[in-house]
């Protein structure tokens, strides 16, 4: 029995556009509901959004006021 990935929701936060769209083309190809977010704050907003996110995949070197660590928190 196959998993159906369209019921993992994935959040990508990543600020460096080339390989957050490469992330998301990714998760999407295999199947998998994708949100995606350019900073910690964006991520954020998603979670205050209610969105269910089983799995972030987030960089930990942002050049944002949020470390990608920290959102993930």
Do not use: C, N, W
Request: aromatic residues 4%; glycine residues 6%.
């Amino acid at each position: 029995m196959a998993l159906d990935h369209s019921e993992i929701a994935v959040l990508v936060v990543e600020d460096d556009a080339y390989l957050r769209l490469d992330l998301v083309d990714t998760f999407q190809t295999a199947g998998y509901d994708v949100l995606e977010a350019t900073d910690a704050e964006g991520a954020l907003r998603h979670l205050q959004d209610g969105k269910r996110i089983d799995v972030v995949v987030t960089d930990i070197e942002m050049r944002t006021a949020v470390p990608g660590i920290l959102a993930a928190g």
